[in-house]
């Protein structure tokens, strides 16, 4: 995993009121309104922990990970990067643009598989990206497109398949930088389906598993069409 990631908050959510990590009036919308209304925040995933990539210099976005636990709620993304979004936003007041992966689990992280993605640009917040629903994998899977939910056991599965593979999360990673700015749904997501791995990595990310290579490099990409069936939709 990323051990240069400065981690910057473990946030809860109580009664809609997102904990933020440095305390500064919040700033408003073009026309005043607020950006982070109270309602906009119901659902918030506690003890999603926030850390950040990029700290915006050189024109580049402020770019940070919000890792929830396991088990987030197709209805929990959009608050939760709505709420990642506030606490970054008093810790960076002056950057017109802050973008936010959301994954549950650190293993997603690093494999950069993304249940949203959360904006904070030019004034505007917008959330895109989501789970799909039980109707949509079905329909996909009768495509020889097979998703698979994963479970915690998958988690651990994923995680030594990077671990055991150079440069894998980098690679991911920068693959993930085309999801900003999105928002129409026409991301070209046929390159993230795709999983090149080096067969001796793969041996022994499987032994490590106790997994078949082969089921384990099936998993992995049903786990990869899961996460990115639904990226760069709008919420």
């Known amino acids: 995993?990323?051990?240069?990631?400065?981690?910057?908050?473990?946030?809860?959510?109580?009664?809609?009121?997102?904990?933020?990590?440095?305390?500064?009036?919040?700033?408003?919308?073009?026309?005043?309104?607020?950006?982070?209304?109270?309602?906009?925040?119901?659902?918030y995933v506690e003890h999603t922990q926030i850390s950040v990539k990029e700290d915006g210099q050189g024109g580049r976005p402020v770019l940070a990970v919000a890792i929830t636990p396991y088990g987030i709620k197709p209805e929990q993304v959009s608050p939760t990067g709505y709420g990642a979004l506030k606490a970054l936003h008093r810790s960076f007041p002056k950057s017109d643009w802050v973008s936010v992966f959301i994954a549950e689990d650190s293993a997603m992280a690093e494999a950069s598989n993304w249940v949203g993605v959360a904006e904070l640009r030019g004034g505007k917040v917008t959330v895109t990206?989501?789970?799909?629903?039980?109707?949509?994998?079905?329909?996909?899977?009768?495509?020889?497109?097979?998703?698979?939910?994963?479970?915690?056991?998958?988690?651990?599965?994923?995680?030594?398949?990077?671990?055991?593979?150079?440069?894998?999360?980098?690679?991911?990673?920068?693959?993930?930088?085309?999801?900003?700015?999105?928002g129409s749904g026409r991301i070209d997501k046929s390159r993230f389906f795709k999983l090149d791995l080096e067969t001796n990595s793969l041996h022994s990310a499987a032994k490590a598993v106790g997994s078949d290579p082969k089921q384990l490099q099936n998993l992995a990409q049903g786990v990869i069409r899961f996460y990115w069936a639904k990226a760069g939709d709008p919420q």
């Open 129 to 182: 990206g989501g789970i799909p629903t039980q109707a949509q994998i079905d329909s996909l899977g009768k495509l020889g497109q097979p998703f698979r939910r994963p479970t915690q056991a998958d988690l651990k599965a994923v995680a030594a398949l990077f671990d055991s593979t150079a440069n894998l999360a980098t690679e991911r990673w920068d693959l993930s930088q085309t999801l900003l700015g999105a």
């Open 1 to 43: 995993m990323d051990k240069k990631i400065i981690i910057l908050a473990c946030l809860a959510a109580v009664g809609g009121v997102i904990l933020g990590i440095i305390r500064s009036p919040e700033r408003k919308g073009v026309q005043g309104q607020d950006l982070f209304p109270s309602e906009k925040l119901q659902g």
